[in-house]
């Protein structure tokens, strides 16, 4: 098990005399991973609606802020008990068993065009044989035909860019990677986190984005960037692509700041907690 | 109250060992439409699974085909009992007041790039009066702006396209329309249904594409190519756009017909039951 | 040596009072390429204004047709005499190099935007050996990585859509050559001529776009398609790309059917031509 | 009459063994624009290859730098004796009268999809009376539809991105402008220059881009983003678009600082050269 401490800071500019804000920062609850403590803080004080998603556990926090300054703290203490597979035993779902709700993850989404990728996933990876090696083929495939570049991309671009393109950050290599795994039919949808274990070289700590494929009646994460380290990856919003779980989406006329983010492992020998560590194994979380 | 008996054949010619079938032909049973009577017959006859979405409503019928002919044909007799309203006493909804369940309709999705059009949509309807003339404006502007052109665009044609474009077919009005709704703030879905009161010089009646507007915490149905007769308009299925609402997914190597498709009034004086007709007013179904 | 005979017959009917047409659709007059004879025949008979490229040798043929039926037909038999050039032989021309004239060719074009396959190209070929090895890999890269698949693509589709989509005819395929050649600043253009050699099953004779390479101060010939013998190319344009050798540009209303082409070579032992066939060697009829 | 002071300096650091320039950073001698001095600086000293297009009148400099520090800084005085004519006067030329060397501006290019936008073009300009007024439309039309802003755009937007978005930089206008101009068969290129007249609070002065087009058998300069005084405009390079006229085409690792940028009128009462003002009048330099 594996039990992190996770801050975020956001800090805006109202310039309307209201403006409203859908955050999604909190730590999501799932069968896998528990929110031990959490504390928010918005300055000034605020009232805030709440809401969590029935089936995707996101949370989202409504406020309607008025001109000035908006601060929005937020911190928490999560344990993750992963659940850990030999991929070789994870297999894909053929569609006559796939969980109905789970069909919407086959769809082609704004930034996940799978519809234009069905000839390119079929050649490339159509003739594999399947479940998690196949995946994890795709996960190669994305990782090492995409450079990661910082500011090369903008909140715009879909995978049909990166196709194209070949650069990116995370939120390109996860859509590029889940338009692959819907085009061969396999569900696959994104997680957003912080990047756990990216080389400080990469910058300060941050948001992330990574995948999530459904094998075997579960849905296991894969970072396609592969700059995380896996296990480390604290969930906080599930959807079809970036387009569904941003951090914050404004309306209104605000000037923000880039996020501040903090995630550090708190190890704990005696419970048995230790430090997010690379495995061969399969991860789900959910 | 309107009562109309629709009537779709589907029918193909499995390739493969076998392929899977997830259809969206079923008229949906909402607080305003029911069914009175149906009729499904799959030949060769076969186990199908059939969901019903909770919140959308959407009906899915799943089944898997042996290699050979595969028909299948749906018969439903459908009361629609309209909601109307006077369009000015229909206002949009401040994003405070939105219920969370009709967020995920601001987001952009796959065919509706309202991300892009920010600047276009506000530009152009950002200084209007809003609520249902805003809306009804939009309308106005798609449909004086796009050519209807049979077989201009394909089902990889997006909103973005169609902006640039000008020509399309019923999907791409709506497309566009849901995105620059969107790109306002305004909470907009697509429903699928029936032509009805399409010119029969467009050719056989066909499965169609509107438009969804959450106002006044009701969803407002518009017809953005203007072919259709509103209070005709039998739901099938509802979503963010059409990549949610295929009357058919199909997985395996398949040949496929065009469905032939019917679609008629049922009118009885005594009931209180008449024909479809043009109304000004808001019209709603949900 | 090669002879053919070359004929089409263009067929169109003008709805406005009066239609204007730039037709290139006359065999080109090259170093290599010589038309022994032709004739123009235009039913109603008209004038019809001519024009040859200084450069490229494209010959325009302008002409302003009345409303009603408007026949052309074009017959021509062309000699070539193909430059056959071991490829080992050829290398690429550095930039200091390059005739001024020849540089437009490393500029993106219309359908071919190598500035967005700058990473691609140099990831998937610049580490190869470079001359004519390189191209022609690029050349395998593409006949193998894109389907063949008539009416999957439309007049408006480029290079940019086919690495997306990897279906294509013929213009698609050498849209993508061109572009990734450009994007390793090798100068590229397209060739317009007749699809000599491809199997009747593909249906009719008919216009073909192929490739030209700037190796060693010499134009080469590559058919990225590969659906024709390309010693059997008779030049008709030479451009950027499709968008600058269009057979017909039509400025008003106007029925057009498809065009009528003939092709077939015309042996002459005695005079020592021969039949078309394909070569190991790199090809160049300029 | 008008004489400009023009200067620009480029600097770069090479980083690999070798890098060649491609710069098109002279003035250009047409027959209303005279070079009256300039100078040339290359630091280190290099040998340059000069080519000026015979056509386009553009002139290109060429050369190969060694890692480390290239320093470019070139001057010149020129003088423009503006063609001004009342707009009233101009036509459309008709097709069948286009000099030959005219038609491939009627083409669409890499970041002018006029091929895409005949639909809108027509629709929004076709019902007007043809000639300057419908041009000055289209003008107006790009100026009042795109907000200017910068770093919204990079050098791989095209003028259907701008019809999406209605942001951009002067390229993006001229590029948009440009492609409706050709989807109505009205000749049109880009013209690049200095951004004289620019407001001091947009920034340093900068390299400018502006549109010519095809008139009265003359070609008329219009700067669709408004920002510049026309008549101060003084032409280094034309062609189909931005594509075409790269102030610096760089092939090799090489970082490049922001050029410097000086325009300023050189006033003198005694030899009738006055201030460059606005003018109700068209304006050629051609």
Known sequence: MNRLRYAVSLSYEVRDDMADFLLNIEAASTPRQSVVSERLEISPELEAAHYTDPVLANRLLRLRAPQGRLGIRYEAIVDIDHYLEDGAKLSEVPIAELPFDVLPYLAPSRYCESDRLMEFANREFGGMQTGYARVYAI?????NHVRFLSRSTNERTSAADTVVERTGVCRDFAHLM???CRALSIPTRMSSSL???????MGAPDFHAVVEIYLSHRWYLLDPSGISIPTGLLRIGTGRDAGDIPFAAIFGKVESERPLVEIEPLTDAAAGIGMPVFTPKAISTW
Chains 1, 2, 3, 4 share one sequence.
Do not use: S
């Not at 996960?139 to 990782?143: D, L, M």
């Not at 990047?195 to 070289?201: E, T």
């Open 195 to 201: 990047d756990y274990g990216a080389d400080v070289r």
């Open 178 to 180: 889940i338009a692959l």
């Open 139 to 143: 996960r190669e495939w994305v990782r």
